[in-house]
């Protein structure tokens, strides 16, 4: 569990264009984690070749990642509200609630936030067979350069690629509106498991 937890926290990211801000100058990321909807995300690399599709659903802030390999199912619920981050192992039923650092939320979780740096509008150019607003920018401690498209009319996420093609995501499914609140609450009858390690080496065997 411990190294899909940290596969999950390399990767990722989300959402639609700012509004009012469309059309500034420099943008701290394309992507706002206030919109409501749904939809499949899958993360492109080496130029193209899919590695992976999650199902994401966003509802003001409020954000579900979930993904399922092998049969075993995981999630990421991320609460901006209560300053929670749970990592769920579903099959299992098993919860583990992870430190909220709200820096670390903006730098780790790329497809919630959108790679953070500064964004400049270039243009419109159909992307995915939509019509989209395109822009360049610099983000991450590395400055990697990346892409990004928005729906121009729904202001939906549409895709984001690295400059030189190393990594991408691409938003499929889109479904506006509100979410089930239950998606972003941990079930009553999930095991909390904590996470710290204990002498020996061993994580706590739960509360």
Known sequence: MKTLFRFWILVLFFAASHGASLWAEDLDSPFDPHLQYSADVVTLTNLGERIQMQELYSDNGKVRLEMTDGGKTTARVIRPDLQKFYFLV?????AVEVPYNPDEFKNQVFAVTGAHGKYQLVGPEVMEEVKCLKYKGT???????????VDAATKAPVKIIAVD?????VWKNFKAGPQDAALFEVPADFKAVDPSPKPGGAAGSGK
């Not at 093609?165 to 995501?169: I, L």
């Open 139 to 149: 983000a991450g401690p590395d400055k990697k350069g990346y892409f990004a498209w």
């Open 90 to 94: 579903v099959n299992q039923k098993i």
């Open 165 to 169: 093609g190393s990594f991408g995501m």
